[in-house]
T-cell receptor
């Protein structure tokens, strides 16, 4: 079985400060991991993914995420937050071993960047 | 760019009506998905299709059916709409069933209200 947890419903950060949105996962094999962003009244947009290789993955809009196998985490980070980064962020996982082509999504974390 | 379109952004229907939600993608993707999104619950998979005329139930298929007669089109049907089906409905597509690490592309969503 595969599952993903986003332990924070909301993250608040001041503009210009670094931001972190947390994600932990559980799979029986090795994971494929994804981050998506949803702006108000829009569908989800893909930000970045981890398949294999380098644990630090760089994505769109200056975001990056670090895969940590020992902590089963894939936290989303950005060195300097913008007000325009305020949105809903979803982490998703697929288990390579399970044979499923369907990802499991977390419940989402609302990021609020204050001016 | 991949484009996933949904037939309506906002829809208001009455209890008991039959409702059709249409989704079209223009990049020849094999996989198509229907999710519903509710506050605090994240994305929940209703149905998944990996080929024309093929479908698999997701986590919450009750009260819904789907149709995929052409590769680019995936329809969600509410046979008899009920108030608990008021939600945001998101369609997504992804490339190639044999590559589970491919990201999904989402439509803008349909906000359905059942009165």
């Amino acid at each position: 079985a595969q599952s993903v947890a986003q332990p924070e419903d909301q993250v608040n950060v001041a503009e210009g400060n670094p931001l972190t949105v947390k994600c932990t996962y559980s799979v029986s094999g090795n994971p494929y991991l994804f981050w998506y962003v949803q702006y108000p009244n829009r569908g989800l947009q893909f930000l970045l993914k981890y398949i294999t290789g380098d644990n630090l993955v760089k994505g769109s809009y200056g975001f990056e995420a670090e895969f940590n196998k020992s902590q089963t985490s894939f936290h989303l980070k950005k060195p300097s937050a913008l007000v325009s980064d305020s949105a809903l962020y979803f982490c998703a996982v697929r288990d390579r071993a399970g044979g499923s082509y369907i990802p499991t999504f977390g419940r989402g974390t609302s990021l609020i960047v204050h001016p | 760019d991949v484009k996933v379109t949904q037939s309506s952004r906002y829809l208001v229907k009455r209890t008991g009506e039959k409702v059709f939600l249409e989704c079209v993608q223009d990049m020849d993707h094999e996989n198509m998905f229907w999710y519903r999104q509710d506050p605090g619950l994240g994305l929940r998979l209703i149905y998944f299709s990996y080929d024309v005329k093929m479908k698999e139930k997701g986590d919450i298929p009750e009260g819904y059916s789907v149709s995929r007669e052409k590769k680019e089109r995936f329809s969600l049907i509410l046979e008899s709409a009920s108030t608990n089906q008021t939600s945001m409905y998101l369609c997504a597509s992804s490339l190639n069933r044999g590559s589970p690490y491919n990201e999904q592309f989402f439509g803008p969503g349909t906000r359905l209200t059942v009165l």
